[in-house]
Antibody
Framework: EVQLVESGGGVVRPGGSLRLSCAAS????????MSWVRQAPGKGLEWVSG????????GYADSVKGRFTISRDNAKNSLYLQMNSLRAEDTALYHCARVTNDNLFDYWGQGTLVTVSS | QSVLTQPPSASGTPGQRVTISCSGS????????VYWYQQLPGTAPKLLIYRNNQRPSGVPDRFSGSKSGTSASLAISGLRSEDEADYYC???????????FGGGTKLTVL
């Protein structure tokens, strides 16, 4: 059974940093690209960032480019999102998701909540 | 403002057939596959339809998808109370080099 479990969320002040983690199990992690998708409270889904199977290719939404960095450790079956210069509009539930050959998502974690507030 | 356009709400009575539309452009729906997700309250999104009209194992055949040009739609037949959820369409966008979503449609079963 595919499982994705996020952690690392919390409350942070504007301008602060946070590092999210996603622990994957139930599939061969380095066979798949991975992504982060967020959902602001009461709002829809927004793709944030993606990474290919070996970390050699990454992509970011314009809203986070230059502030967020995605990475992975295949030896630990883990995905990460380093978030710097956080803004109030980054407040959201952050899901990690497994990426299909179509660059979209088949399995999702429950998410970790990030709140940016002074 | 979402890149893909969905109606914010839809409704139907048990047993009815409901459709949810998703409109995009040549850089996303027009040139890539469409996926649909169901999000029950307080849960993670669940893949409902992939590659425009394919159902993952375990998804009832009451759910079907279609695509034509730069638009797609999700149909739910034999509506049930447990179908009450938010539904999202998604596609890869070649211009943005990223995944894009619709704003979501809240389905109410009356």
């Amino acid at each position: 059974e595919v499982q994705l479990v996020e952690s690392g969320g919390g409350v942070v002040r504007p301008g602060g940093s946070l590092r999210l983690s996603c622990a994957a199990s139930g599939f061969t992690f380095d066979d798949y690209g991975m992504s982060w998708v967020r959902q602001a409270p009461g709002k829809g889904l927004e793709w944030v960032s993606g990474i290919n199977w070996n970390g050699g290719s990454t992509g970011y939404a314009d809203s986070v480019k230059g502030r967020f960095t995605i990475s992975r450790d295949n030896a630990k079956n883990s995905l990460y999102l380093q978030m710097n210069s956080l803004r109030a509009e980054d407040t959201a539930l952050y899901h990690c998701a497994r990426v299909t050959n179509d660059n979209l998502f088949d399995y999702w974690g429950q998410g970790t909540l990030v709140t940016v507030s002074s | 403002q979402s890149v893909l356009t969905q109606p914010p709400s839809a409704s139907g009575t048990p047993g009815q057939r409901v459709t949810i539309s998703c409109s995009g452009s040549s850089s996303n729906i027009g040139s890539n596959y469409v996926y649909w997700y169901q999000q029950l309250p307080g849960t993670a999104p669940k893949l409902l339809i992939y590659r425009n009209n394919q159902r993952p194992s375990g998804v009832p055949d009451r759910f079907s998808g279609s695509k034509s040009g730069t638009s797609a739609s999700l149909a739910i037949s034999g509506l049930r109370s447990e179908d009450e959820a938010d539904y999202y369409c998604a596609a890869w966008d070649d211009s943005l080099s990223g995944g894009v979503f619709g704003g979501g449609t809240k389905l109410t079963v009356l």
